[in-house]
């Protein structure tokens, strides 16, 4: 028998080339399609959130640099143009005195308005200042604060107040 040389004659070995990312596989164009998707989104709703909130935050801005000179009806005026902004013109607009205060009650949520009406009307309509004037300026901070932007449902039920 012959006995088997120490060294062969074989071919050089043939790797196959690497695979390429690209093309990319479906699953991957779909993961960035989705990620794309969400994204979008989030920055539609993030404009819209800002747009949404700027009359609310513009109010308070303007309420908190003039409160040491803030007069009631100042204040009173500038919560009534923050609710033109979220509550139809046609529903707010003709609001007055008590029916005022009771929609800014129901609002809110709490009764912060109605028991003061004896104090908002001699703010408003009196040349006599009140002696608290900074509790009705408050008032109108809270409102605004905390009533804006208003809930859909409180939208739907504008009606039955």
């Known amino acids: 028998m012959q006995e088997p040389s120490a060294t062969l004659s074989l071919n050089p070995l043939h790797l196959p080339t690497q695979p390429s990312w ?4 479906w699953g991957w164009w779909a993961s ?3 990620i794309f998707i969400i994204s979008l989104v989030m920055i539609a709703l993030l404009i ?3 747009k949404r909130l700027a009359p609310q935050k513009t109010a308070l801005r303007l ?3 003039t409160s040491g000179y803030q007069t009631p009806s100042a204040a009173m005026e500038l919560l009534r143009q923050t609710a033109l902004c979220y509550y139809p013109r046609d529903y707010i607009a003709p609001l007055t005195g008590h029916e005022w205060y009771t929609f800014l009650d129901t609002q809110l949520g709490q009764s912060r308005f109605v028991p003061n009406v004896s104090l908002w009307q001699q703010a408003l309509y009196q040349k006599t200042p009140v002696t608290h004037p900074d509790q009705l300026i408050n008032d109108c901070q809270l409102w605004i604060s905390e009533a804006l ?5 409180s939208l739907r039920n504008l009606g039955k107040y």
């Open 22 to 25: 690209w093309p990319l596989a």
């Open 32 to 34: 960035l399609a989705v």
């Open 48 to 50: 819209w959130r800002k």
């Open 63 to 65: 309420l908190c640099q």
């Open 149 to 153: 932007p208003p809930k859909k449902r």
